[in-house]
Structure formats: structure tokens, C-alpha cells
């Protein structure tokens, strides 16, 4: 099983700052990498996949990076309703599909 | 409108039994794997299920292996999650999630119900 492990586990920042979270794999994953966003009573919302795909309707401030073993989800300025967990998911080796523990993005 | 919607969770002793429905509107169903995927209270989802386009074949988690049954029916636009032999652990937000593209082209999930909690104590 592909362990997907995430960091940090919690991110304090401020609307208008810059966020950079990091997922890494166990194993290669290739480029089938993807991250997802969650608000508390809510399902997951799809933001990337295959590393650096904007879902649809996703704004150009998400993007995602990476290849192999380490990834990078970075959210370029801020905004009040970005503030949530996010949780990246492979799809190189399965079954089983695998997700990470999430990092929590909070306010300062 | 592309939709999910869950039903059948609950309250259930240890050692029992639940079927979950989802059913699936806006999209060509019958084109599409379509999976089951939980989460339990505070933690990250777990990926339990999935059943190909066709019904042809199916796969678990091995943490459910043997005990969860997943089923589709095309006509009706529906999937199933039989859970029997229910234990503490199991105790989770059941969500169906359809793939971003057809016929196994990508088990991303751009797609999710709302949920249905499934409570597992005695």
C-alpha cells in the first residue's frame, strides 16, 4: 500500500499570504497525484489532479506540482474561504486508492 | 445537474447489518466506476470500494474484505454498499464519489454525495 503522508500538519497564515503544503509518497506515484479540499460538514472538493490539472471551476490561485514521491499544493494569495483541509489522494498503485492525513490551512 | 445523493445509514449494534443506496443523476451512469469512500470522525477519508462501469468486477479495502459487498444497477441509476459483520470501526461518513473520467480512465473523484453516517455501537 502507498503510504501518502502530509506536512505540516497545520498551517497558520494570514488572508493574503502564500500556501505551500507538501504531500509525499512511499513510493513513485508517478504523476497521478491528486488534492482535494474539505469544510467541515462537507465532502471533499477536487482541486487537482495528475499533479498540476485544475479541476473545473477551480481558481488559478491552486496549483500543484511535483513527480514521483514528493508533491506540492500551493495556494499563491489567500482567500477568507480557502481556509479548510486539504487532503492529496493517489491513483498510481491500486487497489488500494490512498489518501493522506490532511493538513488543516487556519487563520493567524 | 451532475448528483449524489446517499441513503441508508444509521444506528447498528456491533455484528450487524446496513445497505447504503447512492443514487445518481445528470450523467451517463452506466459509463462511469463508481465507488464508496469513508471517513471517520476527525480523520482523513479511506477508500473502500469500487465497481467497474459494468458491474464486471469489483474491489475492496482489505479492511472491509469479506464483509462489504458493493453492487450497481444500471438501469435504476444506483450503487449499493452491503456492510454486514459491522464492527466499532466502521463507524464513518459513507460517501459515493463518481470518477472524473469514464470507464476507468482515472480514479479521481470529482464527484461526491453528501454522506451518510453510519454509527456502529451497542
Known amino acids: 500500500e502507498t503510504v501518502l503522508t502530509q506536512s505540516p500538519a497545520t498551517l497558520s497564515l494570514s488572508p493574503g499570504e502564500r500556501a505551500t503544503l507538501s504531500c509525499r509518497a512511499s513510493?513513485?506515484?508517478?504523476?497521478?497525484l491528486a488534492w482535494y479540499q474539505q469544510k467541515p460538514g462537507q465532502a471533499p472538493r477536487l482541486l487537482i489532479y495528475?499533479?498540476?490539472n485544475r479541476a473545473t471551476g477551480i481558481p488559478a490561485r491552486f496549483s500543484g506540482s511535483g513527480s514521483g514521491t514528493d508533491f506540492t499544493l500551493t495556494i499563491s494569495s489567500l482567500e477568507p474561504e480557502d481556509f479548510a483541509v486539504y487532503y492529496c489522494?493517489?491513483?498510481?498503485?491500486?487497489?488500494?486508492?490512498?489518501f493522506g492525513g490532511g493538513t488543516r490551512v487556519e487563520i493567524k | 445537474q451532475v448528483q449524489l445523493v446517499e441513503s441508508g445509514g444509521g444506528v447498528v449494534q456491533p455484528g450487524g447489518s446496513l445497505r447504503l443506496s447512492c443514487a445518481a443523476t445528470?450523467?451517463?451512469?452506466?459509463?462511469?466506476?463508481m465507488h464508496w469512500v469513508r471517513q471517520a470522525p476527525g480523520t482523513g477519508p479511506e477508500w473502500v470500494a469500487v465497481?467497474?462501469?459494468?458491474?464486471?468486477?469489483?474491489s475492496y479495502a482489505d479492511s472491509v474484505k469479506g464483509r462489504f459487498t458493493i453492487s450497481r444497477d444500471n438501469s435504476k441509476n444506483t450503487v449499493h454498499l452491503q456492510l454486514n459483520s459491522l464492527r466499532a470501526e466502521d463507524t464513518a461518513v459513507y460517501y459515493c464519489?463518481?470518477?472524473?473520467?469514464?470507464?476507468?480512465?482515472?480514479?479521481?473523484?470529482?464527484?461526491w454525495g453528501q454522506g451518510t453516517m453510519v454509527t456502529v455501537s451497542s
Open positions: 513510493q513513485s506515484v508517478s504523476g497521478y
Open positions: 464519489a463518481k470518477t472524473l473520467l469514464p470507464t476507468g480512465g482515472g480514479e479521481v473523484f470529482d464527484v
Open positions: 445528470g450523467f451517463t451512469f452506466s459509463n462511469y466506476f
Open positions: 489522494q493517489q491513483r498510481q498503485n491500486w487497489p488500494p486508492l490512498t
Open positions: 465497481i467497474w462501469h459494468d458491474g464486471s468486477k469489483d
Open positions: 495528475d499533479a498540476s
